[in-house]
């Protein structure tokens, strides 16, 4: 399977930092980011990864990353031009992923203790449609959060004001080839952009968006508190931040 990573996000919520770098080279622990989903994947048997970046920080990527040899991968990149939504994002994959491959996303600022590898496997005996997988979160107000019925997502609300369960979608994503068809059928929010939890609305409505829950602390690393919380637990943790 190949791997995907999302990290064009312009990172407003961490401004004035992210004026400067791209949140995904903010420094955790003693290492960016990135390296952390990077890692991820690595050890989960992934090795060949597209990462999604935005034109104004690809230099500073390349010279952190590289090819992705030196950290035991295979790195390609795309650059999106600008701002479309996370689905935008990932369809400039299709042609790194092609039409019938199984794959990983991971929103870059994602930061999780749990290891990805038995939900991968999963995932590969999976015959077809989506996997998400759910943290428990203290506010899942900020996040997309599942309506589960007979353990079963019927519906994913986006940031909603009264929260349905108590779990949010993580930015832990797994696909098969079809997604692509997905997102060219859906049309933008009205924020303007292709949102992600349309496309996962899509599976929920047939039927076909499976899940399983994160055990581990988890994090997505986009607000000063949540970066914070992320460096402590790197920190805390061994073999992450040291």
Request: hydrophobic letters at 45%; proline letters at 4%.
């Amino acid at each position: 399977m190949k791997g995907v990573i999302l990290a064009a996000g312009k990172g407003t919520r961490l401004l004035p930092m992210t004026a400067i770098i791209n949140k995904h080279l903010l420094p955790a622990g003693k290492f960016p980011v990135i390296y952390y989903a990077v890692r991820k994947l690595r050890d989960a048997g992934i090795l060949d990864i597209l990462i999604v970046i935005g034109k104004h920080s690809a230099g500073a990527f390349l010279d952190f990353l590289g090819s992705g040899n030196e950290f035991g991968v295979k790195i390609t990149y795309k650059v999106q031009e600008e701002s479309g939504g996370v689905a935008h994002a990932l369809a400039l994959a299709r042609d790194f992923v092609g039409k019938k491959e199984k794959f990983v996303v991971l929103l870059g600022d994602n930061l999780f203790e749990d290891s990805l590898a038995g939900y991968v496997e999963q995932f590969k005996k999976q015959k077809d449609g989506a996997m998400v997988l759910l943290k428990e979160v203290k506010d899942p107000w900020r996040f997309g959060v599942p309506i589960l019925v007979d353990s079963q997502i019927i519906w994913i609300e986006e940031k909603p004001t009264h929260p349905k369960s108590p779990y949010c979608v993580a930015g832990i994503y797994m696909y098969s080839g079809n997604v692509f068809d997905i997102i060219s059928g859906i049309n933008p929010s009205n924020r303007g952009e292709l949102e992600i939890t349309d496309v996962n609305n899509v599976y929920a409505a047939e039927g076909k968006l499976n899940f399983n829950l994160l055990n581990g602390w988890w994090t997505d690393a986009g607000t000063f508190d949540s970066l914070y919380e992320a460096v402590g637990r790197l920190l805390n943790s061994p073999g992450d931040g040291k």
